[in-house]
């Protein structure tokens, strides 16, 4: 992230709970809440999310901090639900936020940060897509359709768009009260004409929609309608992005603009973010073979050293060290001099000593 | 630490409260520990330390697991107290531990590590002090002198050696009940004959004692008998690390020897670690300012650019972007178009842009 302009922040694992009873929603700020009360009373919570936190503490700070804020940071946050894949209890989620820039080009540059992210990991244009929509369009879209109404039932229709199939999509949308040329124009959104005209109308959406293939290439990035993000406080552009492998059908990251961000704490600034989660994440590099080769191991050639007395051991010390230390390689000493000669050697060897020094 | 051969692990933020109130002792497990019950009426604890999480898993895992275990971790911690210098609600913490290995040459390794470590922050042997003890010898010496029975205020007055002046060590024995003979004996315990042949007894120890200078060279590193790091599971090797500069006075890590690690959880190894601690390390950087120069600053050189349209920000998204990213190198972009140009350029170099490309 640094190589992309971006700095690092840190936040307490520990808000007041209220912070995300008014945040965060239904499900985060009330189902899944791990909450409790501590030893002085205070209604405490273990952050769900690290957006809230994020606000509260630029606000605190506003009159002092250089804008735009270029920032991310990789917390660990809390969920109280049943353990299932692609979704665990504590998780670890990159968050990249850039407050203080309106909707424009840093809306475009978000969208090639991602790319950028995901080719950091070595990861092909064929292993993963990207999948944005604006909450502005859809919502002049519903008003065109004069179904402004119905909004929240067709939200938790599109969001659930590839897991239902038409029946239930129709079921639900009839039981809201949807007409048959309504529940037809919902169904039919993808292919819309009227949605894809509306979408040139925001200059940020626009810049975006032109450029895609110039820009971006052969990455899988499309619009896509269905693309919503829950109902929580997104207000323009809004995206996520998937694993192509089918196994792996969560969202490997979800973000977009939310400029009522500071709202809350009685500040004003435009926002842009995304969160990146580590279970499904893990499982599209597990997919794609795509760990990075040194996470487990030590810095280049491990050496390993088999001295027989304290004698060979001051020489270790005095003399081969400080060599192995000065170009950095790791190192591992067998202290057992009793033993078999030749099963120290092998247990160095299974150890991963690539090298081993006898005395 | 992975150049010196360790390994990474991690464990959960959480573990029930009973883990603390029965290993950590009265400090750590009662008075400062952060718990509560949680929605599941399970008694929960934030972990005030690492290692009982360590021997925890390390027990579960015991038959699978190639001993000797080389492992860190840099876990956040939690007390339950007032927060003052050097000592926060939440820090963080490197731990080392090495499991599965006796007393023995890995006791030198460990006090050579920890030279290696502070020469990685580029720290000099004169801002630095190492100072280390020996719990059996300590146990032999107060049997020797008949003391067995004060055992635990003697540990308390060494604990105390350098904040109390002799005065109050003096009251403190003597309220314990210890003769004007046996005073003197503990007040002179540093320039101890008998305290320092018993030492060449454990052999160690002995190891360490006899290289010190050949192994050490100028880094100040000494025997002092007042080392014992409270009355906590210690039972070889203790050590300690100081600031060499008086305004910051709390050890920076401390360690030892603790070869009952295991035994709360019906398994025996030996085991030595150490906690390295943020708070009093920040102001060890602080000092003698070894903070790393990059740590909050991108990489390499920081490219600004100046679009003044929606094409220039094409070419940079198609031809300069791509060759930055090739590099490696940060980039930051100003979308203001409609701004002074010559106030978007000078809002660029403040950001830490060193190299501005305009159009």
């Known amino acids: 992230m640094r190589g992309l302009g971006y700095q690092q922040y840190d ?3 520990l808000e007041e709970a209220e912070l995300y009873i008014q945040k ?19 209604h405490i919570a273990l952050r769900p999310e690290m957006t809230p936190s994020l606000a ?32 665990l209890r504590e998780f670890w989620q990159l968050n990249v936020d850039v407050i203080g820039l309106p909707a424009g080009p840093i809306d475009l540059e978000f969208l090639y940060m991602i790319t950028q992210l995901f080719a950091g990991f070595g990861a092909k244009p064929e292993q993963f897509q990207i999948k944005f929509n604006h909450r502005g369009v859809l919502d002049r879209w519903l008003q065109y359709q004069k179904l402004e109404s119905y909004k929240s039932t067709i939200y938790a229709v599109l969001d659930d768009w590839y897991k239902t199939d038409e029946e239930v999509k129709t079921a639900t949308l009839k039981e809201a009260g949807l007409s048959q040329s309504q529940i037809t124009a919902v169904l039919k959104l993808n292919q819309d004409r009227t949605y894809q005209e509306i979408a040139y109308e925001f200059a940020e959406l626009r810049l975006i929609l032109v450029n895609l293939g110039t820009i971006f290439q052969d990455v899988q990035i499309t619009f896509d309608p269905t693309i919503v993000r829950g109902l929580a406080y997104y207000t323009g552009l809004v995206f996520e992005a998937f694993d192509t492998n089918p196994n792996n059908s969560r969202a490997l990251l979800g973000g977009g603009r939310y400029d009522d961000l500071l709202d809350l704490f009685g500040k004003q600034a435009p926002a842009i973010g995304l969160g990146w989660g580590d279970a499904t994440m893990a499982n599209f590099l597990d997919n794609w073979q795509l760990w990075p080769a040194d996470l487990h191991s030590s810095a280049g050639v491990k050496v390993g050293l088999l001295p027989n007395s304290d004698q060979d051991l001051i020489k270790i010390y005095t003399e081969i060290l400080p060599q192995l230390r000065a170009n950095n390689q790791a190192f591992e000493i067998d202290y057992d001099y009793q033993r078999n000669l030749k099963k120290r050697y092998s247990s160095l060897k299974k150890r991963g000593c690539q090298e081993i020094i006898q005395f």
């Open 24 to 42: 965060s929603g239904e499900e985060l700020g009330n189902k899944q809440l791990y909450h409790f009360y501590d030893k002085g009373e205070r």
């Open 11 to 13: 936040a307490p694992i």
């Open 56 to 87: 509260r503490m630029v606000a605190a700070k506003f009159g002092e901090l250089k804008f735009p804020l270029k920032w991310f940071s990789i917390p660990n946050c809390f969920r109280y639900e049943r353990p299932q894949k692609g979704r």
